[in-house]
């Protein structure tokens, strides 16, 4: 039993090693190709204070391809994150946003939002998607508690089922009518 727990932890080591080999792979990568080209050599010198790299390749770098580069890791890594809290808030390894209806709550307070404050801003539509999305997470947590659909919900995976009732009752509420 010991062995292969071992084993389990080299190989996700070894896991961990290649895909974040990767990212800074894509990452010196996406600093580089460009408009403007930028030689690595460069980017470390850049990186190391050095002189001999013209102004325009360190302003091209630092104002554009880094903070580029860094968004889109960060961004990656919040995506990542808000799919394994999904999953392990609703105990399904196929829990997404999408999936479980919040993703139709986020576009109903959106669109209500767009006609309700008649703004040009972006901002009173993205408040209105983000409470429509967290409306219908309360929904759907509601709905998994609820007690009128026992009879439905019996058996050994009753909390899927559970989970397939909210979800149904979830589009049907933030489904967009025609």
């Not at 895909?19 to 850049?46: D, N």
């Not at 919040?78 to 105990?91: C, E």
Request: positive net charge.
């Amino acid at each position: 039993m010991k062995s292969s727990t071992v084993r389990s932890q080299k190989y996700i080591t070894i896991l961990f090693a290649g895909v974040t080999a990767a990212i800074l792979f894509a990452a010196v990568i996406s600093a580089c190709v460009g408009k403007y080209p930028i030689s690595f050599q460069e980017i470390l010198h850049i990186l190391v204070g050095r002189d001999g790299v013209s102004d325009m390749t360190r302003r091209v770098f630092l104002t554009l391809r880094l903070p580029r580069t860094l968004m889109a890791i960060l961004s990656g890594v919040a995506l990542g994150l808000a799919g394994s809290v999904y999953q392990l808030i609703f105990k399904n390894p196929l829990a997404s946003p999408d999936i479980i209806g919040i993703a139709g709550g986020a576009n109903l307070g959106a669109a209500a939002a767009i006609v309700l404050v008649s703004s040009s801003s972006v901002l009173p539509t993205a408040i209105g998607a983000f409470w429509g999305g967290l409306a219908a997470v309360v929904c759907v947590m509601l709905l998994t508690r609820a007690p009128f659909h026992r009879h439905l919900c019996a058996g050994r995976h009753r909390h899927q089922r559970r989970v397939q009732v909210s979800y149904y009752g979830a589009q049907i509420l933030c489904r967009p009518r025609q």
